[in-house]
């Protein structure tokens, strides 16, 4: 069995699952979103009271964090008395940041664990080991009545990825170009391992970057083996005890890919798919209104680093605005200690409250027809930052940040060469 | 398992979650104004086109990106007959399945289908019939799970159902 399995396995109370079996698993840790005040509803529609475990279900107000609207004051003024009267052990109110961050940094995401959360990027948490996926908010009412859900036990995908990554290429790049050669509906059912030797030794926060957009490619869930760098961010957050499930050698992948990213260049996702993606010598040199550096896939402390060390002692482009939104508090307050932030607003950006805004098009940088944003998040599907009429290129923070200073698209390569 | 009659609406692969139901009506509430806004995303009109019982069809990843419940909600609210697409994009599926929406994965049904086709959904078969062409197209029949959902109307009466038997 594959330790994807494993997890279904144990969660179902079973020694053994296989492919396309439907099991009922106890989830170990569920997530709300601000989005999703559905989900109460449907909770009292069903018949629900209490919740299944006040200290396995939390809110997150990230997607409308701080409200920008009366509509969305009241759906967290609701939210925030279901807490109060459920009595649950964890909230994130608006002054914490995007659940994927949260979560981990709060000591709730472990190896081995199912986390179920109402955001299809629950698949970032493949990065810690942990078995994450997304549901709409009847799904997560089912869970918040019972703790448990029913899932198909998914074909696993391996990917694997070899090599070192030239200077000035990130591990967003690294996904996008997976996503190109594969396509968006690569993984529509299947579950998707990332292997390989630049897998093995990548940092938390890349991690999370790769798991973060296999949702992009379909996937119920992501997987990465944890490693040193893994456990230690997990023992620093919590005592919770935890074992490592390891795939069974003779395991059969339904299919397997291998990549060497020794030679990648910065990639580009071109209007408006997630699998439209050039690298960035063949991307159109389009004049930018809008970059931005923030939200679950792009807004940790490595990618605003990536922008500050483009961006320091510069200007940015007089016709363009940069936004930063930390992911979450913790990682604006680390910015800050380290300096970034201060180069960055001298820089020409501007910072919002860590949360997803402008990444769904809710509010805190959303695009007018016609403008065209260059961005460190997820999805460029038309309308998702705002108008229909806008463009949204997916690049890594570092092409943002030199799309902010330039104006342009541009090889974020070629900004601090014989310049220094 | 009753059967689906409606005119076909035809789409492309990857329609996603945004052009059904665009990030900016997420705050709506209002089942009539959810509707409103059905596939508006992948086409202004429509609404204005589309009446109660019609049908969807469309390519591979139908319903990719967000998790959002109003994707399915728009399609429940704007009375859709029947989503057949290629695939589905797995969180709309689960989601579209527990609000009781008929969805069917048929391989190859965009080339079997034009715009404005009469179609004949038969779930417990798993079949589409074209009637305007008489063509019958086989798609895949859903786990036994997914139709004792549908059969419920839902997976909301099939739970109070059990939570009633919790007390």
Same mark, same amino acid.
């Given at each position: 069995? =594959?330790?994807?399995?494993?997890?279904?396995?144990?969660?179902?109370?079973?020694?053994?699952?296989?492919? /396309?079996?439907?099991?009922?698993?106890?989830?170990?840790?569920?997530?709300?979103?601000?989005?999703?005040?559905?989900?109460?509803?449907?909770?009292?529609?069903?018949?629900?009271?209490?919740?299944?475990?006040?200290?396995?279900?939390?809110?997150?107000?990230?997607?409308?964090?701080?409200?920008?609207?009366?509509?969305?004051?009241?759906?967290?003024?609701?939210?925030?008395?279901?807490?109060?009267?459920?009595?649950?052990?964890?909230?994130?109110?608006?002054?914490?940041?995007?659940? =994927?961050?949260?979560?981990?940094?709060?000591?709730?995401?472990?190896?081995?664990?199912?986390?179920?959360?109402?955001?299809?990027?629950?698949?970032?948490?493949?990065?810690?080991?942990?078995? /994450?996926?997304?549901?709409?908010?009847?799904?997560?009412?089912?869970?918040?009545?019972?703790?448990?859900?029913?899932?198909?036990?998914?074909?696993?995908?391996?990917?694997?990825?070899?090599?070192?990554?030239?200077?000035?290429?990130?591990?967003?790049?690294?996904?996008?170009?997976?996503? /190109?050669?594969?396509?968006?509906?690569?993984?529509?059912?299947?579950?998707?391992?990332?292997?390989?030797?630049?897998?093995?030794?990548?940092?938390?926060?890349?991690?999370?970057?790769?798991?973060?957009?296999?949702?992009?490619?379909?996937?119920?869930?992501?997987?990465?083996?944890?490693?040193?760098?893994?456990?230690?961010? &997990?023992?620093?957050?919590?005592?919770?005890?935890?074992?490592?499930?390891?795939?069974?050698?003779?395991?059969?992948?339904?299919?397997?890919?291998?990549?060497?990213?020794?030679?990648?260049?910065?990639?580009?996702?071109?209007?408006?798919?997630?699998?439209?993606?050039?690298?960035?010598?063949?991307?159109?040199?389009?004049?930018?209104?809008?970059?931005?550096?923030?939200?679950?896939?792009?807004?940790?402390?490595?990618?605003?680093?990536?922008?500050?060390?483009?961006?320091?002692?510069?200007?940015?482009?007089?016709?363009?605005?940069?936004? &930063?939104?930390?992911?979450?508090?913790?990682?604006?307050?680390?910015?800050?200690?380290?300096?970034?932030?201060?180069?960055?607003?001298?820089?020409?950006?501007?910072?919002?409250?860590?949360?997803?805004?402008?990444?769904?098009?809710?509010?805190?940088?959303?695009?007018?027809?016609?403008?065209?944003?260059?961005?460190?998040?997820?999805?460029?599907?038309?309308?998702?930052?705002?108008?229909?009429?806008?463009?949204?290129?997916?690049?890594?923070?570092?092409?943002?940040?030199?799309?902010?200073?330039?104006? =342009?698209?541009?090889?974020?390569?070629?900004?601090?060469?014989?310049?220094? | 398992?009753?059967?689906?009659? @409606?005119?076909?609406? $035809?789409? @492309?692969?990857?329609?996603?979650?945004?052009?059904?139901?665009? @990030?900016?009506?997420?705050?709506?509430?209002? %089942?009539?104004?959810?509707? !409103?806004?059905?596939?508006?995303?992948?086409?202004?009109?429509?609404?204005?086109?589309?009446?109660?019982?019609?049908?969807?069809?469309?390519?591979?990843?139908?319903?990719?990106? !967000? !998790?959002?419940?109003?994707?399915?909600?728009?399609?429940?609210?704007?009375? $859709?007959?029947?989503? $057949?697409?290629?695939?589905?994009?797995?969180?709309?599926?689960?989601?579209?399945?527990?609000?009781?929406?008929?969805?069917? $994965?048929?391989?190859?049904?965009?080339?079997?289908?034009?715009?404005?086709?009469?179609?004949?959904?038969?779930? @417990?078969?798993?079949?589409?019939?074209?009637?305007?062409?008489?063509?019958?197209?086989?798609?895949?029949?859903?786990?036994?799970?997914?139709?004792?959902?549908?059969?419920?109307?839902?997976?909301? %009466?099939?739970?109070?159902?059990?939570?009633?038997?919790?007390?």
């Amino acid at each position: 069995m =594959h330790a994807i399995e494993k997890i279904l396995a144990r969660a179902s109370g079973k020694d053994t699952v296989t492919t /396309g079996e439907i099991v009922k698993a106890k989830v170990d840790f569920a997530e709300v979103n601000d989005l999703y005040l559905q989900t109460i509803y449907s909770f009292y529609e069903m018949g629900g009271k209490k919740v299944w475990d006040k200290d396995k279900l939390c809110f997150v107000f990230d997607h409308y964090a701080p409200a920008p609207t009366i509509k969305s004051a009241q759906i967290h003024k609701e939210m925030r008395q279901f807490v109060q009267e459920q009595g649950l052990t964890h909230h994130f109110d608006i002054n914490t940041g995007v659940c =994927h961050q949260v979560m981990p940094e709060a000591g709730v995401v472990w190896p081995g664990m199912i986390l179920v959360a109402t955001d299809s990027h629950t698949t970032t948490h493949g990065a810690f080991g942990a078995f /994450g996926t997304g549901v709409g908010a009847t799904d997560m009412a089912t869970i918040m009545i019972s703790g448990e859900l029913w899932f198909r036990v998914p074909e696993i995908i391996k990917i694997e990825i070899n090599g070192q990554l030239p200077e000035g290429v990130m591990a967003k790049d690294v996904i996008l170009y997976i996503l /190109g050669k594969l396509g968006a509906d690569a993984a529509v059912y299947k579950a998707i391992e990332f292997c390989g030797s630049y897998v093995e030794n990548l940092g938390v926060a890349e991690r999370m970057v790769i798991c973060n957009m296999a949702v992009e490619m379909g996937a119920k869930t992501a997987y990465m083996v944890p490693n040193q760098q893994v456990l230690e961010y &997990v023992k620093a957050r919590t005592n919770r005890p935890f074992d490592i499930l390891e795939t069974d050698p003779d395991f059969k992948y339904a299919e397997s890919y291998v990549f060497d990213i020794s030679q990648l260049s910065p990639q580009v996702a071109v209007p408006h798919s997630v699998d439209n993606v050039v690298p960035i010598e063949e991307a159109p040199s389009v004049k930018v209104d809008q970059a931005f550096i923030g939200a679950c896939t792009g807004g940790r402390v490595e990618d605003i680093k990536a922008a500050a060390d483009l961006l320091r002692g510069k200007k940015i482009h007089p016709h363009t605005r940069l936004v &930063v939104i930390p992911a979450s508090n913790e990682v604006f307050l680390e910015a800050n200690k380290l300096g970034y932030v201060e180069d960055l607003i001298k820089a020409g950006a501007t910072f919002s409250t860590p949360g997803c805004g402008p990444c769904l098009g809710a509010h805190e940088g959303v695009l007018a027809s016609g403008e065209v944003c260059v961005t460190a998040s997820n999805r460029n599907f038309p309308g998702r930052m705002g108008s229909t009429g806008a463009s949204v290129y997916l690049a890594s923070p570092a092409t943002a940040a030199a799309a902010a200073l330039t104006g =342009h698209l541009v090889d974020p390569r070629t900004i601090n060469k014989g310049v220094e | 398992m009753h059967n689906v009659t @409606g005119k076909a609406f $035809v789409f @492309g692969h990857n329609i996603d979650t945004d052009q059904i139901y665009p @990030g900016r009506y997420l705050e709506l509430v209002d %089942p009539q104004e959810i509707a !409103s806004h059905c596939m508006e995303g992948a086409d202004p009109t429509f609404v204005q086109r589309f009446s109660p019982g019609d049908i969807i069809v469309a390519g591979r990843n139908f319903g990719c990106g !967000s !998790s959002r419940e109003h994707a399915a909600i728009t399609l429940l609210h704007a009375g $859709v007959g029947a989503v $057949v697409a290629e695939s589905f994009a797995r969180i709309f599926y689960r989601n579209a399945i527990n609000l009781g929406i008929t969805v069917l $994965v048929c391989p190859g049904i965009t080339k079997e289908v034009n715009e404005g086709d009469i179609l004949e959904v038969n779930l @417990g078969e798993g079949l589409v019939i074209n009637k305007t062409t008489g063509k019958t197209i086989t798609g895949e029949k859903l786990s036994d799970y997914a139709l004792e959902i549908l059969a419920h109307g839902g997976i909301k %009466p099939l739970f109070r159902k059990i939570t009633a038997q919790m007390e």
